[in-house]
């Protein structure tokens, strides 16, 4: 939509550029979005929609220094094995140069089963870290002040217990709640969504969420008990405006939530934030990213009326997208992740993971993700970008695409306001059908070659190196196993009978905060999967009956 | 042919007794945790273990080069790995599973 008049002499470019010859290419963005053949002056909105960092409504940036006064976290996602292994992963991240830890888990601690539980077979330490208790918990960050460090979790639907544990285990090794920084991503409406990670039902999941945000407001100041992600939608096949629209509501709605149960929005919202994709078209990701703060930030502001202005910005974690690394030719991964990269900061991250260029085949080794990890650090000290603050802002493209996908999450909003809000259009399967059919459509343009990926429908040539890859040893799933059974047999039965009969009665009271609980079953050496059955047998578990 | 899809989080227990149950001649088996070394030769051995022998097995997912002969030592028809795509998975179950009368 123009706002004002084209440039002199756009004219006469309109008439070269007719009759200059095409590339025969669709110049569509990822998300199938067309992209004019230039932008002018004609496009750009006005100097206050764009505004400036660190003020209202902060779509060059959240502060008014951004990267000039600090660089954003580098934070590499690791887990694997047992906590031990993963403790010297942390270590070695540490010594190269990572600024903030990242906790990746695995299925059964995910999914709330314990390694020696059948579910676990063949799954314990195999994409993330196993941790069945509060002694894992303590093993993890040994070595490592949490005090002093910022540890993220990204767990989900036993996010509650996950944190339960590491309260405990920060307050064994000396440091208070209260000192505690770092972020649980707890984001259980998406998990229904994409991620597809649950243990309750919808609605017991949302009053975990919700007394888990309630009881960090007071308790752990420094704490985000949330990490409102598009991450996963995106990796499950979203387009971008999906992925900012689903996550923007999925985060209006988890306020709403917490002002229904009495709390005042500027108690809470400043320690909520987000995490977004990064995915492989350039200026459409920094586009989304500018776009999410200022419609966060208005609706904060305008709707929720939040007066902390801490409550109307919008902080993210951005990881570079895992969806877009090909098996084929992984060495080219390093480029992909280095541009994704490079969209997260010019879009204004206040954190970033770095994929590692094998991570289509397994974990990463140890020399691929400190090739990620150097990335960052290349783009943070080598490449200038981070001399001034939201470089692009002002370009005509980037501009009117922020525009852009801001109207289209409003569209969004709109329809799922129609729908009920987002737990009902959840709970109709909504956002799950729109992914599925997005998704379907991108991969239907890949597999008929309308749109190309390099080394997998194109320039196939040059395949066939052996890749080095991490393999975790089978042997830890019955270490861990070990680890359990003898913690189990060394604890005293009585509180954890006490502690999980006491969480099942509170569990059936939904006025009652069930955080208190959770750091009595902490205490105890209860296992995730005792808590997470113990719950199951007043809430139930979730059965999804999928779109697709 | 009909496609049944089962949803996410099946046991190998619950995969084997669906294909009981559905009498189905292929199976596509998708695991991206890493874990298809230990899932895989557990559904063979379910399946072999109820004297069932027809299905065709496939299997896709983040699964490494090396693993792919292995698991079709073990009787698994074909292994996709990212970048397959959908016409290709189709035309090989057509052209493998042998229609029962």
Redesign the interface.
């Known amino acids: 939509m123009l706002l004002r008049q084209p440039p002199a002499g756009e004219k006469e470019w309109r008439g070269a550029y007719k009759v200059s010859p095409e590339r025969d290419a669709s110049f569509t963005t990822l998300s199938g979005e067309p992209v004019k053949a230039l932008y002018t002056e004609a496009d750009l909105a006005d100097a206050e929609r764009i505004g400036l960092p660190g003020a209202y409504p902060f779509t060059r940036g959240v502060y008014p220094s951004m990267y000039r006064g600090r660089l954003w976290t580098m934070r590499q996602f690791a887990g694997f094995g047992t906590a031990e292994e993963t403790n010297e992963r942390f270590r070695y991240l540490l010594d190269h140069g990572q600024t903030g830890l990242s906790t990746a888990f695995d299925m059964p601690s995910l999914m709330g089963h314990d390694s020696d539980s059948p579910r676990s077979l063949g799954e314990v330490g195999r994409e993330g870290v196993a941790i069945d208790m509060l002694d894992d918990m303590e093993t993890l960050f040994q070595g490592i002040d949490l005090g002093e460090v910022s540890v993220s979790m990204t767990i989900n639907a036993p996010a509650a217990i996950m944190l339960a544990y590491y309260v405990v285990a920060a307050e064994r090794s000396g440091v208070p709640a209260d000192r505690l920084g770092g972020t649980i991503q707890a984001d259980i409406l998406k998990e229904y969504i994409a991620q597809k990670e649950w243990c309750f039902p919808i609605d017991p999941a949302m009053r975990l969420l919700g007394d888990m945000i309630e009881w960090c407001s007071s308790q752990m100041p420094r704490w985000h008990p949330v990490s409102i992600s598009g991450y996963h939608i995106r990796e499950a096949g979203s387009t971008a405006a999906q992925e900012l629209a689903f996550t923007l509501k999925d985060g209006f709605t988890y306020v709403e939530q917490a002002l229904e149960r009495g709390l005042d929005v500027d108690d809470f919202a400043p320690r909520l934030s987000f995490f977004f994709n990064a995915q492989i078209d350039f200026f459409e990701e920094i586009a989304k990213y500018r776009a999410a703060r200022r419609i966060w930030a208005r609706e904060l502001k305008e709707t929720y009326g939040a007066k902390d202005p801490k409550s109307w910005l919008m902080r993210f974690h951005t990881q570079t997208a895992g969806v877009s690394l090909t098996a084929q030719q992984p060495l080219n991964n390093i480029t992909r992740t280095a541009i994704e990269a490079l969209a997260g900061v010019l879009g204004g991250t206040q954190s970033l993971h770095t994929n590692s260029y094998d991570e289509a085949l397994a974990l990463p080794t140890e020399d691929a993700v400190r090739i990620a990890l150097r990335t960052q650090q290349i783009i943070a000290h080598e490449t200038g970008v981070a001399n001034t603050i939201d470089p692009l802002g002002g370009s005509y493209f980037v501009e009117a695409l922020t525009d852009e996908i801001e109207a289209k999450a409003h569209a969004y909003f709109a329809k799922i306001d129609e729908l009920g809000g987002m737990v009902q259009a959840v709970k109709q399967a909504y956002p799950q059908r729109e992914i599925a059919d997005a998704s379907y459509q991108l991969q239907q343009e890949i597999d008929s070659g309308r749109r190309l990926v390099v080394g997998v429908n194109s320039y196939t040539e040059g395949d066939g190196d052996e890749t080095p890859l991490l393999h975790i040893d089978p042997a830890l799933e019955q270490k861990q196993i070990d680890r359990l059974r003898a913690v189990r047999a060394r604890r005293d039965s009585g509180p954890v009978e006490a502690s999980l009969s006491a969480l099942k009665a509170a569990a059936a009271e939904p006025r009652l905060n069930l955080m208190p609980h959770l750091l009595d079953a902490a205490r105890a050496h209860t296992s995730e999967g005792e808590v997470v059955q113990a719950l199951q047998t007043v809430w139930g578990d979730y059965r999804e009956t999928p779109v697709f | 042919m009909e496609v049944i899809?089962t949803?996410?989080?099946q046991?190998?227990e619950q995969i084997v007794e669906t294909l009981i149950q559905e009498d189905a001649d292929a199976v596509g088996l998708s695991i991206l945790?890493?874990?298809h070394?230990?899932?895989v030769p557990?559904i063979i051995d379910l399946l072999k273990g109820q004297g069932v022998d027809n299905v065709l097995i496939t299997v896709g997912g983040?699964i490494?080069q090396?693993d792919i002969a292995a698991l079709e030592r073990l009787g698994v028809a074909k292994v996709y790995?990212?970048?397959t795509?959908?016409?290709e998975i189709i035309d090989f179950i057509e052209s493998a599973v042998i229609p029962r009368a």
């Open positions: 899809y949803g996410l989080h046991t190998p945790s890493g874990a070394m230990t899932l557990r983040t490494p090396d790995t990212p970048g795509t959908t016409q």
